[in-house]
C-alpha cells in the first residue's frame, strides 16, 4: 500500500464519518416533519427554511448544556458508556457499499470503507458490541430506572440478535460469501427479496428491536422507566446516545438494502457514470428509513412480555425452520416459483403475528356473555 492508498484510506474514513453526521441531522429533521404532517401539526419551521436547520440547533443547545453528573455514578465507566454505545455505530455502516467504484489520482477504489471478506459477520459484531454502552449506563448511573431500561435492552439484544443472525445465514447461502460487497455482486441477475422474502421479514423486525424504535422501544418506555437508561445523562453525553440510534437507524436500513434489494444495483439498465449507483442506494435506503418513521406515527408500544414472546417463540424457530428449506432449494436448483411461494406463505404467517386476534375488552365482553348464557 503506498503513500495514495493510505491517503485515499483516511479520506474515505472522514468521509464517512462526515456522511454519517450529516445523514443523522437529516433523518432527525425528517422524522419530526413526517410525523407533524401524520398528526396535523406544522413541526420544526423556525430555524431555517422549513426549519432544516432545527438538528443543528439542537445539537448546539444539546453541546452548550451543563454536563451533570450524579453523586453515587460510577466516575469513570458513567462517561464511557456513552462512547462505546457511539463507537460501534460508526464502525458497523463501515462495510456497507454505497457505490461501485470511483478513480482517484488514478487509483481505483471502492465507494465502501472496508471491503471485508466477513462484513456481514462484523456488522452483526458490532450490533452486539453496542449493547454493553446501554448496559453499562444503565448500572453506572446508580438508580433504579435507569438499571431497569439496561436490563430490558440486554434481554431484548440478545433476543433479536439471534434472529436476526439466523435471518442472513439464506443470503449467505446464496450469496456463497460473507462480503457485502459480493452480495450486491450475487443480486445482479436478481434481488433476494423475491427468494427470500422470510428472511428479509424476520431481519427487517430484528433491526427495529435493535434500535430500540417503536413499538420496541421498551428499554426507554417514559411511563414505566421515565426515560430508561439515559434517564441521568444530559448534554454531550445524550447526544452521544441520540446520534448511535439514528446511526444504527441508517445502518440497518442500509443493510437491508444491502443484503435483500440489490444494494446500489439500478432497477433496470446501468446508466454511465459513479454517481447513479450511488443515487439508487440513497432512495432505496430513504424508504427504509421513512418506514421507521412510519411505524414510530401507526403502532403502539408492545408489552415485554410480547416483545419476548414474538422473538423466541415464533422469529427464532420460523428463522431456523426457514435455513434448511432455503438450503435445500438452493442444493438442489428447485425452480425459483417453488421458493417464492414458500417464502411468501412463511412470510404472511411471520406478519400475522401482529395483527391483533383479540382484546381485552372483547375477552371481558365474551366471559359476560358465558356467564348470562349459563344463568
Known sequence: MDIVD???????????????LILTLFVIWAERKVLAHMQSRIGPNKAGPYGILQSIADGVKLFMKEDIRPLI????????????????????????????????????????????????????????VSVYGIALAGWSSGSKYPLFGAVRSSAQMISYEIAMGLSVIPVA???????????????????????????FVIFLLAGIAETNRAPFDLPEAETELVAGYHTEYSGVKFALFFLAEYIHVVTISSLAVTLFLGGWNPIGPRLPGFYWPVIWYVLKTSIFV??????????????????????WKFLIPIAMIWIPLSAAARVIEARRWIVIVIGAVVAVFVLSLFVPQSSP???????????????
Not at 185 to 192: K, T
Request: net charge positive.
Open 73 to 128: 455514578a460510577d466516575r469513570y465507566v458513567y462517561p464511557l458508556a456513552p462512547v462505546i454505545s457511539a463507537i460501534p455505530a460508526f464502525l458497523a455502516f463501515s462495510v456497507v457499499p454505497f457505490g461501485d467504484t470511483i478513480s482517484i489520482a488514478g487509483h481505483r477504489t471502492y465507494l465502501q470503507l472496508a471491503d471485508l471478506n466477513v462484513g456481514l459477520l462484523f456488522f452483526l459484531a458490532m450490533g452486539s
Open 173 to 199: 447461502l446464496y450469496a456463497g460469501t460473507l462480503s457485502t460487497r459480493g452480495i450486491v455482486a450475487a443480486q445482479r441477475s436478481g434481488w433476494f427479496i423475491i427468494v427470500l422474502l422470510p428472511s
Open 290 to 311: 421513512l418506514f421507521f418513521f412510519l411505524l414510530r406515527a401507526s403502532l403502539p408500544r408492545l408489552r415485554y412480555d410480547q416483545l419476548m414472546n414474538i422473538g
Open 6 to 20: 493510505v491517503i485515499i484510506t483516511f479520506g474515505k474514513a472522514l468521509f464517512v464519518f462526515a456522511l454519517l
Open 361 to 375: 375488552q372483547k375477552d371481558k365482553e365474551k366471559e359476560k356473555e358465558k356467564v348470562h348464557e349459563h344463568a
